[in-house]
């Protein structure tokens, strides 16, 4: 995921274990071979420059050794355009035949790593370095895999008759020895946050998850987390979420018991008809801030110590179309911004679709954010 906690979590481990010998533990029961990767719906980054990706279709977590682990201490700017008729030029077809499900960047090398969609559903990984594309084979890599117990059917269709097991798994986070996976299940309150250790095991904990929707106007158990964070607030981890039109939750991770419903508190409603993308934090001189990326909204800039200080949870309908409440928030002048992550804590990497039509990748100046 994309926090300082994850490097401090790496750098911890560090002090104890040697590099190899960190990686060696942490590799010791993957397996060489296909994991028969069905679709990528999300990627996050461990240590060791370990990639994982969540397969919603095969309801699994894959970790994949990448090999990609050779420290870049400070990145560079990246300003790469056309992203993505660079990347349908690499597959040899049209934009139109490639879907950009998600965006990481390796914090050891700095890598950026795209998940890719074909036409035909094909689950493809892309690698930009050095303002080159590079297509990264899956079929032949070094892994370990982690089903998902209790996951959404595979026929499981909404009111609509929408597929429902794409959202198996909406977002991924490592943190501190654990892949976070938020997503559906097939229990009776299917929104549900689950926490895998890793180096995978068989056993994992879930919770599932009630929410205030200020927009609505009720408490929700059945909408995915669309993106979330571990956070740190007033000392104690928290999962920092935010799930369609808009609402901004916050779980303490010490109530969320395994197998119980955890009940969020809702912080924020930041406008209806509107989808969360990403989420991160970032430092600006010294101070740190979360960024949110919406579907119809601009850039988001909140400040986590609003969020700590804020006690007057949200538990009443936001009247007004569009309308805002709750914790304040500041719109940056970006706008299509589609993905987002870190290089380190002080650069922040778009993927943004500019005023012309272009899909561009760039790193803007933490002094405008």
């Not at 400070?74 to 349908?88: G, L, N, R, W, Y």
């Amino acid at each position: 995921m994309k926090n300082l906690l994850l490097l401090l979590s790496f750098f911890s481990m560090c002090s104890c274990l040697g590099a190899s010998t960190l990686h060696e533990i942490l590799t010791a029961d993957f397996i060489i071979g296909n994991p028969e990767v069905r679709s990528v719906n999300a990627l996050t980054f461990g240590p060791e420059g370990i990639l994982f990706i969540g397969d919603s279709r095969r309801a699994e977590i894959i970790a994949i050794d990448t090999k990609d682990n050779t420290l870049v201490p400070s990145p560079e700017k990246v300003d790469f355009k056309q992203v993505d008729k660079q990347i349908a030029a690499l597959l040899g077809t049209t934009v139109d035949a490639i879907n950009i499900k998600d965006m990481a960047v390796n914090p050891v090398s700095k890598k950026v790593y795209f998940a890719v969609h074909s036409e035909d559903g094909t689950p493809l990984i892309i690698t930009l370095s050095n303002n080159k594309l590079e297509l990264f084979p899956i079929n032949e890599v070094s892994h370990s895999k982690a089903g998902l117990i209790k996951a959404v059917e595979e026929d499981a269709k909404d009111r609509r008759g929408r597929s429902l097991r794409q959202w198996a798994i909406s977002d991924l986070a490592y943190y501190d020895g654990s892949v976070m996976v938020s997503g559906l299940s097939n229990e009776e309150f299917s929104s549900t946050f689950r926490s895998i250790a890793f180096p995978f095991k068989e056993v994992q904990t879930y919770a599932s998850l009630e929410i205030y929707h200020a927009a609505h106007g009720r408490y929700e158990t059945y909408a995915p987390i669309k993106t979330f964070m571990p956070y740190q607030i007033a000392g104690k981890d928290h999962l920092i979420a935010s799930y369609t039109c808009t609402p901004l939750v916050i779980f303490p991770m010490d109530q969320m018991e395994p197998g119980k419903l955890t009940k969020g508190k809702t912080v924020a409603e930041l406008g209806n008809r509107n989808t969360p993308l990403d989420i991160i934090s970032y430092k600006k001189k010294d101070k740190e801030y979360i960024l949110l990326a919406n579907t119809s909204r601009a850039l988001m800039k909140i400040d986590p110590e609003k969020i700590a200080n804020f006690s007057s949870f949200l538990t009443t309908k936001v009247e007004e179309s569009s309308a805002t409440a709750g914790v304040e928030f500041l719109a940056l002048p970006y706008t299509n911004v589609l993905q987002m992550d870190k290089m380190d804590d002080q650069t922040v990497v778009l993927l943004q679709r500019m005023s012309n039509g272009d899909l561009n990748l760039h790193t803007p100046d933490v002094r405008r954010l």
